[in-house]
């Protein structure tokens, strides 16, 4: 640990407007927070960097009322308060962005964002009043979302704009902000910044976690590292850069890699020809008439803007959506038509982008999600076989580095990286041929991510043929063979892994930022 | 009992202190048991006997074996309100077999020995439950809906095939050679009525299946998150078709035990009996919104209302009382439920 940063609060011309001291938090056997001091400071950002699992998010819910501590004191303006709940803590003027998003998806945007503060009048709820606040917010945030439409309907980074809508509708004083840009495009996180920098200027304090160390140093005046559930480090942002923060947090430095070389090709595994796909109304194109090749041992990134037509893309090639028209062939073998199931069997797999939706089942252990995909291969005789299926386990929990207590704990126990990795573990597991991944890279942190990129690029020299989408530009240029830049359901331009960020982001119809 | 707890079968373990709050909920359906059986003994020295205990359990055993199918039904995240109607087709179905199939064309009566006429019925409760099962897969309707029409149109069935009247002569005869029927509500193996043992029988069988196949992993895994099993290869569709026909069937076997304990079928026979099965999984700790349960705690919830329900008998209780009692301890475990589930939340 650096002796020169001490993780106590010092003197600051600023004030101190929430503060943790010595908050312990414990669950069980796991020791989330070993005694931490935070401090949140009075109309500006203050960045939580750590690990997967550090506690970052069990200390913000322990700020906003969600959880109790252990033990410690929170102090709000200066006086000790105990929060009974997370609509006392907002009624305190603290409210937060969770990292899963909370949002009821059988209701419409207006509803979730007004859920709990409904504006009643004498003729009941005054949805005109509440629907004009939405647009207003909306807009505010650059979002062209109708406040009428079901949250379902969204596609996930506008569930995280709706999501952060409802968390600055409350006029808060304190607001924080748990990854909430795992899921935008850079164009999207740059008008949140604008809005942040509104924020502080109105004099609300801002905690900000995020994975994207860059993204974060641009918008943050403070910076506290957390490890393993302690503050290892504190610095405000004019003495510190990317290179501190990694070495605070992981000890070493991190690049994701670059494309494994020293080997052919193969043949073409994943053929895609001219598949296109609609809509749930059937007009508008969302995949339109693409065409695509992957080979054995090859690794191709898609990038693209939110809405560009990855996501359908790929649960189309995995078979969860129907292709209008154009075939799928895995080694030749023609599988449009094919169930979910038997792709997998045949090796094609997908690791979905919105794990809580598509990738997890939160009544199961972890270990049962992660035989999940595979329980037909541990079937000895009429039963799976324990023995079996502990070594699959194990080995997939090893493999892509969860940290777990055991994998007999429920899989909400984990750290949402942890929960990422174990849905990349299900399907990795199945030893496919080919394997698609949407944003895999997800609230995961350096460290992982590296581990991701790196498990990718194993395989790959192994012969497996790699497809997987990014919103970050800097993830493109790191294992991937080949880079394709998606533009509303076409594909706008192909480049090698020479190429600059500036030019694939010319490509995906985004506004260069700098 | 059948070992069924989800958490057990669970690779690297940490054993000492695996299925904790199973076992505390298990241990609440527990509990209530013991104290109903406590209560009643000391209201009545005729209850804990081992006569009384075993008449009970037949009376049990009929729950028991709605309340593994609804289980089956229930963690996939569906309901199935048809189970009390189909049962009492199921032994109309029976009693018509048994009275004789006229062929008129040939000009002969036809009767079906008794296994004929077992496969038969077990069959068609089978099919039943498979169309609301594709609905259900299929056509996405939901389960609630599906089931309540099932309700009906079963019922509806049983009234016209009788008339509305009641099959009484289910004893068969010697000379057409099916008799044997009432083996099954009647008989005893050493000692223990064949009603119980085939509830006994098939808790085993259905906790085995919950607790050790991919199949029931697959039931788990449907009810938990749809979409994520769907992506990881489940075969939602054909799990859906399974618990539903599985659910019809069991609904059947239980039409049969009770037209053979009562040696007749009558078109009313299993009104309400669904709501029953539904409060047995309950309190046996299933959750309604699917992914949690087991049969270990089915049985309990089931063996709960039925010596709950015959010790108000024994004892006197007006019948209009046993409905207010029954209804009770129903809220209080779905009250119990809540709160083990409610504080578990991500
Ligand atoms: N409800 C819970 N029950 C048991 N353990 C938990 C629970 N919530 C968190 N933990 C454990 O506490 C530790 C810290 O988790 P936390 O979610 O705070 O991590 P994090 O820093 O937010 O990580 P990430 O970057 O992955 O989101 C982890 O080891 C996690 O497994
Ligand atoms: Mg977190």
Redesign the interface.
């Known amino acids: 640990m650096d002796t020169s940063v001490i993780p106590v609060a010092e003197p600051e011309t600023s004030e101190i407007v929430l503060s943790a001291r010595n908050v312990a938090k414990i669950f069980g056997s796991i020791q989330a927070l070993k005694g931490v001091n935070f401090d949140v400071r009075s109309g500006q950002v203050t960045a939580l960097f750590g690990e997967n699992g550090a506690g970052k998010s069990t200390l913000m819910k322990i700020l906003s009322g969600v959880y109790k501590p252990t033990s410690g004191t929170i102090i709000l303006d200066g006086n000790p308060i105990e929060f009974d709940s997370s609509t006392d803590a907002r009624n305190h003027g603290i409210s937060i962005i969770h990292q899963e998003l909370s949002l009821a998806p059988n209701m419409t945007v207006r509803d979730n964002i007004f859920m709990g503060r409904e504006i009643r009048t004498m003729k009941g709820v005054d949805f005109a009043e509440e629907e004009r606040q939405c647009r207003l917010l909306l807009t505010e945030l650059e979002e062209n979302i109708d406040p009428r439409t079901k949250v379902e309907d969204l596609r996930l980074g506008q569930q995280q704009i709706v999501e952060i809508a409802r968390a600055l509708s409350v006029n808060s004083r304190i607001l924080i902000m748990d990854e909430p840009t795992s899921a935008l495009s850079a164009s999207e996180v740059e008008v949140l910044f604008k809005v942040i920098r509104d924020l502080k200027a109105k004099g609300v304090s801002i905690v900000y976690i995020s994975h994207h160390l860059e993204e974060a140093l641009q918008i943050t005046d403070h910076a506290v590292v957390l490890r393993d559930g302690n503050m290892t480090a504190y610095a405000p942002r004019e003495d510190i850069d990317l290179e501190w923060i990694v070495r605070h947090m992981v000890g070493e430095h991190f690049n994701l890699g670059s494309p494994p070389t020293g080997y052919p090709f193969g043949d073409v595994v994943l053929k895609v020809d001219e598949v296109t796909v609609a809509d749930a109304t059937g007009n508008q194109k969302l995949v339109d008439e693409l065409s695509l090749d992957v080979r054995a041992g090859e690794i191709v990134c898609i990038y693209g803007l939110m809405g560009a037509g990855r996501t359908e893309l790929l649960e189309c090639l995995a078979g969860r959506l129907v292709a209008r028209h154009g075939r799928v062939e895995l080694n030749g073998r023609d599988i449009t038509r094919t169930s979910i199931a038997e792709r997998i069997a045949e090796g094609l797999v997908l690791v979905p982008e919105d794990r809580q939706r598509d990738g997890l089942v939160q009544t199961m252990t972890i270990g049962q999600n992660l035989s999940l995909a595979n329980l037909r291969r541990l079937v000895r005789g009429l039963f799976t076989s324990k023995r079996l299926e502990r070594e699959h386990v194990d080995n997939a929990i090893r493999r892509t580095t969860v940290k777990a207590g055991s994998p007999d704990h429920l899989i909400g126990s984990l750290s949402g990286g942890n929960q990422q990795k174990v849905v990349i573990g299900k399907m990795w597991s199945t030893n496919p041929k080919a394997i698609l991944l949407d944003e895999p890279s997800r609230g995961i942190d350096i460290g992982a991510k590296a581990e991701v990129f790196r498990l990718l690029a194993e395989g790959a020299r192994e012969g497996l043929a790699v497809l997987y989408t990014t919103s970050e530009v800097g993830e493109c240029l790191s294992v991937a063979h080949r880079i394709i830049v998606m533009h509303k359901g076409k594909i706008s331009a192909e480049f090698g892994s020479d190429v600059t960020k500036a030019r694939i982001m010319a490509a995906s119809g985004e506004a260069v930022v700098h | 009992m059948s070992s069924t707890d989800?958490?057990k079968?669970?690779?690297?373990?940490?054993k000492p202190k695996?299925n904790i709050a199973n076992l505390l909920i298990e241990g609440r359906a527990f509990g209530a048991l013991l104290v109903i059986i406590i209560f009643f003994s000391l209201m009545s020295p005729n209850y804990l006997t081992i006569s009384n205990l075993l008449i009970m359990s037949s009376h049990v055993a009929i729950y028991g074996i709605l309340a593994i199918g609804m289980l089956l039904v229930i963690l996939t995240g569906g309901i199935d309100l048809s189970v009390g109607s189909v049962l009492g087709l199921a032994g109309i179905i029976a009693g018509f077999l048994m009275q004789g199939v006229t062929f008129n064309a040939f000009g002969v009566i036809l009767y079906p020995p008794v296994w004929a006429v077992t496969l038969m019925t077990l069959a068609f409760g089978a099919f039943l439950g498979s169309i609301t099962g594709v609905l259900v897969a299929y056509l996405r309707v939901p389960s609630f809906v599906a089931t309540l029409g099932i309700l009906y149109v079963a019922r509806g069935i049983a009234l016209l095939i009788t008339n509305g009247l009641t099959y009484n002569n289910l004893g068969g005869n010697e000379t057409y050679g099916n008799t044997g029927f009432d083996w099954l509500g009647f008989n005893r193996l050493f000692g223990i009525p064949v009603s119980v043992i085939i509830l006994a029988l098939l808790a085993a069988i259905f906790g085995?299946i919950l607790a050790?196949?991919?199949f029931g992993?697959?039931i788990?895994?449907t009810?938990?998150?749809q979409?994520?099993?769907?992506?990881?290869?489940?075969?939602v569709p054909f799990v859906h078709i399974c618990v539903y026909a599985l659910s019809g069937m069991l609904s059947s076997v239980a039409g049969l035990v009770l037209s053979s304990q009562l040696t007749s079928a009558g078109p009313t026979a299993g009104f309400t009996y669904e709501m029953i099965a539904i409060a047995a999984v309950v309190i046996g700790g299933a959750?309604l919104n699917?992914?949690?349960g087991n049969v270990r705690g089915t049985m309990l919830g089931a063996f709960v209302i039925g010596f709950l329900s015959d010790g108000l008998v024994i004892i006197g209780v007006s019948a209009y009382w046993q409905t207010v009692f029954t209804g009770a301890v129903i809220v209080l475990a779905v009250l119990l439920n809540s709160l083990q589930y409610g504080g578990?939340?991500?």
Do not use: F, Q
Not at chain 2, 9 to 14: E, F, I, S
Not at chain 2, 227 to 235: I, N, W
């Open positions: 989800v958490s079968m669970n690779p690297t373990a940490a695996i085995i050790r196949s991919a992993r697959w788990y895994a009810g938990g998150n979409r994520a099993a769907e992506l990881s290869g489940v075969p959750s699917g992914g949690r578990k939340r991500l």
